[in-house]
């Protein structure tokens, strides 16, 4: 058996293109621009790619893009009052503070103090409540995206056995909550579930998103599954730097029914999922209707 492959990077360009269309009919017909705002302390390196990135894509599906560089010794106070001005702007529906932050900020400060209806992370305390309780919320981005994909390429993903390996507040625990809404039954495993194998071997869904290299093979996997694999690490071989997952993707694609690459894969929906977000935060604060499909 030879997998389908999941391209994240076609689906990713055809969600943006859906947001372009919704902006644009916001534009003609309400005299709405959404506006996203990302804010970054400090200048780490992959940061900085990824902000730019954000900001270019922004810019491309027709929103406002606003970005907001410090320095990395910015006070947290300061901080804090950029985050309370942008809740204030009615021309920024859209909050994203760029993580990780400096040892000397407490993240968690940060990010609940960004407003609910515009924190399109989906990371503030009220949005992981509302999304608990099966509530609508902003949703985080990349089990945003890794919905979508199942949703495309199984339909209904009702009753379906879903096994989520790695149990972090900004995959493993969203994806749980978003597979439950799907009527999936759930399991959150992790490095210390006894029998991690075996645990995989049953699932008709397994999401990989644990942040090591390779760390579930092809034998892992139950013929016929499909696999969405998170993990993006860099590793070293035979003298090159290489982007792998967190699966082994030779091995599991002999096996799954369908497959997500790295890189291609799950990646380029979290760009696409956030412009869907502001694009859901820029419709709600407004009252107007969402735009169907690119919401959980």
């Known amino acids: 058996m030879s997998a389908t492959i999941i391209d994240g990077k076609a689906f990713a360009a055809r969600v943006r293109g859906q947001v372009a269309e919704h902006v644009q009919r916001l534009k003609d017909e309400h005299g709405i621009t959404p506006g996203l705002a990302v804010v970054m302390v400090g200048e780490d390196p992959a940061s900085q790619v990824y902000v730019r990135s954000k900001g270019k894509q922004t810019v491309e599906v027709g929103m406002n893009s606003y970005e ?28 994203l503070v760029q993580l990780p932050l400096p040892d000397h900020l407490n993240s968690d400060l ?84 006894r029998d991690l194998a075996e645990v995989c071997r049953r699932a008709d869904i397994l999401v990989a998103a644990v942040g090591r290299p390779e760390m579930v093979p092809g034998d892992w996997v139950k013929p016929g599954a499909t696999v969405i694999d998170v993990g993006i690490n860099r590793i070293e071989r035979d003298g090159k730097t290489k982007l792998v997952g967190d699966v082994e993707f030779a091995s599991a694609a002999q096996v799954a ?40």
């Open 257 to 296: 029914g369908a497959i997500t690459p790295v890189p291609g894969g799950v990646g380029p929906m979290t760009i696409a999922c956030l412009l869907a977000n502001t694009l859901t935060a820029a419709c709600r604060v407004n009252g107007l209707t969402e735009p169907q499909g690119l919401t959980a």
């Open 68 to 95: 907001h560089k410090l320095p990395i010794d910015t006070a947290e106070e300061d901080l804090l009052t950029l985050i309370k001005t942008l809740n204030a702007d009615p021309a920024v529906h859209g909050i």
């Open 110 to 193: 940060v990010i609940n103090t960004i407003d609910p209806a515009k924190d399109v992370d989906g990371f503030h305390i009220s949005n992981v409540g509302l999304l608990g309780t099966g509530q609508k919320s902003m949703v985080p981005c990349t089990p945003l995206g890794c919905l979508m994909m199942l949703r495309d390429h199984h339909g209904s993903l009702s009753g379906l056995n879903a096994v989520i390996v790695g149990r972090s507040n900004i995959v493993g625990k969203p994806m749980a909550q978003l597979l439950l809404g799907d009527s999936c039954t759930v399991t959150i495993a992790h490095s210390r579930t």
